[in-house]
């Protein structure tokens, strides 16, 4: 099903997903990931990597679009502090510090991104990647067709590349957290925060960064706790899919194509993004 690309449809830096049938889910981690049942999607292109800084640039250069974190006059924005000594992981909050951030401005006020232009964009809420969507003519995918395409036809598969967490030399496949979160990052994967886009390699369908990096926002809307646990509002919370930096094996074992998180629309962080697709006509 939809295995050919059609003819002049693709935007650039996508790549075509096929359609097909899929087992969507696991059942050896997260209760929220099961039961593993039979979804099915049609054929779409998608952005080969997170949507960067440089890409969203441009997007306010040519519209002059301000973002939430932005406009709000009160810090709306979470950003991730990391912690020494021992500290219970019940509380995400202990980790998170509200602050005045926006995307210029990603980890705080004193932050911007001028080193930054091919990571991706963060502090975005669903709000700014929808915008974001329009000026492009493009949408956000349903979690179905996100978690087809970040398994790169290797259905039923624990990671994005395969069954193995690291590659034949050991090497981390994926930008996570290495050591015990949130206290030590080894940093064996090279970065301690976001990393430049195509850092690691392509899953099978030739998507970077389909997981760690940054969680990527869906269209799929969803009840439960936010990502962060910091968000109080009773707004529309939304799926996000593929992990980040932040996920480790201690504490966020999402880093997979079945996992699953969700986050209030009206709220952003250092760690969520987004990524485009195109449905041809």
């Known amino acids: 099903m939809d295995q050919s690309a059609p003819i002049g449809e693709a935007l650039a830096g996508m790549v075509w ?36 800084n440089r890409q969203f640039a441009q997007f306010v250069k040519e519209t002059g679009y301000v973002t939430a974190a932005e406009a709000a006059e009160v810090p709306t924005t979470a950003v991730f502090r990391k912690l020494r000594g021992e500290v219970s992981l019940d509380d995400p909050r202990a980790w998170w510090s509200l602050e005045k951030a926006s995307w210029r401005h990603p980890r705080g006020i004193k932050s911007d991104i001028t080193r930054l232009a091919l990571h991706p964009v963060v502090q975005i809420t669903y709000e700014d990647a929808l915008a974001f969507c329009a000026w492009s003519n493009t949408q956000l995918p349903t979690e179905e067709e996100w978690e087809f ?11 994005a590349w395969g069954n193995r967490e690291r590659d034949a030399k050991n090497r ?39 997981v760690g990096n940054v969680w990527e926002l869906t269209s799929t809307i969803e009840g439960g706790a936010g990502c962060c646990g910091l968000s109080n509002s009773t707004e529309t919370k939304v799926v996000l899919k593929g992990g980040s930096h932040l996920c480790a ?33």
């Open 17 to 52: 997903i096929p359609g097909g049938e899929f087992n969507m889910g696991c059942e050896h981690f997260y209760p929220e990931e099961k039961p593993v049942r039979t979804a099915s999607v049609k054929g779409f292109w998608m952005d080969e990597t997170p949507v960067t």
């Open 149 to 159: 395409a970040a398994r790169g036809g290797l259905d039923g598969a624990i990671f």
């Open 172 to 210: 981390p496949l994926a930008n996570t957290w290495q050591g015990h979160f949130p206290t030590l990052n080894s940093r064996e994967d090279g970065y301690e925060y976001t990393s430049p886009v195509k850092a690691f390699p392509a899953n099978g369908y030739g998507l970077f960064d389909i």
């Open 249 to 281: 094996p201690n504490y966020c074992f999402r880093y997979r194509p079945a996992a699953r998180s969700s986050q209030t629309i009206d709220f952003a962080t250092s760690h969520i993004g987004f990524r485009r697709i195109f449905r041809p006509k």
